[in-house]
C-alpha cells in the first residue's frame, strides 16, 4: 500500500491512556528485504496529517528501511482528547505507538513539531533512538515563531468559523517569497488544499497550545549539549520558522551533530523538495548505519 492509499483507507488504530492513535507501517520494498530492516518513524508537524510523508516514505522503504507513519492526537483519524496538549504527550504517543509495534529502538525523523518530539525523546530516551533527524525545528524559537503561534492559539480558542482558504493560505506562507510571487505555484497548492475542511477542536487548539508553550520555554536549549545520540539537523534556506543560521548554531550545541541545509527550500520542504530531503537522510542513514549509540 502506498502512503497516498493509506491516507484514504482505514488506518490501524492503537488505544493508549487517553488517546486513539491511528497508524501505518511500511514494510521494505527494496529488491532482497531485509527481513531484520531498521524502522524509521516519521513525525509529523502540526496539523500535518501522516498522508503528507507521501513522497518521502517511497524513498526510504526502496533504500531497505522500514517505514512508521501516524497522526498526532488532534489529527484525524486519531482522536483529540480535550486541549491543551504538550510536547510531552506528544512524545508518549509516539512511544506508546513504539511499545504497540514491538520497536524497542528506532530512527525517528520530525519536521516542524514532530522535529521538538523527535529532539526530547533523543534527550529523555537515548536507549530508545538509533539516530534522530530534525526537519526545520531545532532552533532557539524567533519573534515571529512565537508571534505567529500565539496568534494561532488565540483564533483556534475563538473557534471562530473561518473559510476553507484561510486555513489554505495558513500553509501558504510558508512557502518563500519567490515561490509566492508565482501564479502557478500559489494556484496549484490551492488546487490541493483551498477547499480542504477546517482543522476542528479540539485537536486544533491542542496543537497549537503545545506548540507555543514549546516556543516559549527558554530552558529547553539547555538539554542540547546533553544529546549522546546520532543526529542531523535539517534546515530549509527560506525557513521562516527555523532559520538556518540558528539551526547551525543548535547543530553546533549538540555532540556530533550534523548540519545539512537544503538550498532554494522553505519550512515545506518535505513536500516541495523530497528529493532533497531525502537524499540527506539517507547520506546521514548511511553515515551510522552501523554504529551503535551510546545508552545514557
Known amino acids: 500500500m502506498t502512503p497516498a492509499e493509506a491516507g484514504s483507507a482505514s488506518m490501524p488504530t492503537v488505544h493508549l491512556e487517553d488517546v486513539e492513535i491511528a497508524y501505518d507501517v511500511y514494510e521494505s520494498t527494496a529488491p532482497e528485504p531485509d527481513p531484520a530492516a531498521e524502522t524509521i518513524v516519521l513525525i509529523c508537524g502540526c496539523g500535518g496529517p501522516a498522508a503528507g510523508w507521501f513522497a518521502i516514505v517511497p524513498a526510504l522503504t526502496a533504500a531497505n528501511y522500514r517505514v512508521v507513519t501516524f497522526d498526532h492526537r488532534g489529527m484525524a483519524p486519531s482522536s483529540s482528547p480535550p486541549a491543551p496538549y504538550a510536547v510531552a504527550d506528544l512524545v508518549a504517543d509516539t512511544l506508546?505507538?513504539?511499545?504497540?509495534?514491538?520497536l524497542q529502538r528506532a530512527t525517528?525523523?520530525?519536521?516542524?513539531?514532530?522535529?521538538?518530539?523527535?529532539?526530547t525523546i533523543a534527550i529523555r530516551h537515548p536507549d530508545r533512538v538509533r539516530a534522530a533527524a530534525f526537519l526545520g525545528s531545532c532552533n532557539v524559537a524567533t519573534a515571529w515563531e512565537k508571534a505567529i503561534t500565539t496568534v494561532e492559539r488565540d483564533l483556534a480558542r475563538l473557534d471562530y468559523d473561518l473559510p476553507p482558504l484561510f486555513f489554505a493560505t495558513e500553509t501558504l506562507r510558508y512557502l518563500s517569497n519567490s515561490e509566492l510571487q508565482q501564479d502557478a505555484v500559489v494556484d496549484g497548492w490551492l488546487e490541493l488544499i483551498g477547499d480542504m475542511p477546517a482543522w476542528p477542536n479540539p485537536g486544533r487548539l491542542g496543537q497549537y497550545e503545545a506548540c507555543l508553550a514549546w516556543s516559549l520555554d527558554t530552558a529547553r536549549t539547555q538539554a542540547w549539549p546533553t544529546i549522546r545520540v546520532p543526529c542531523l539537523v535539517l534546515a530549509f534556506e527560506h525557513d521562516i520558522d527555523s532559520p538556518p543560521r540558528r539551526a547551525r548554531e543548535a547543530a553546533e550545541s549538540i555532540p556530533g551533530a550534523r548540519y545539512t541545509q537544503i538550498p532554494g527550500a522553505s519550512h515545506l520542504a518535505p513536500f516541495t523538495h523530497p528529493a532533497a530531503v531525502v537524499d540527506a537522510l539517507l547520506d546521514f542513514l548511511t553515515s551510522v548505519r552501523n554504529t551503535t549509540p551510546p545508552v545514557a
Open 96 to 102: 506508546g505507538l513504539c511499545d504497540h509495534l514491538g
Open 108 to 119: 525517528f525523523v520530525g519536521h516542524s513539531m514532530g522535529g521538538w518530539v523527535a529532539e
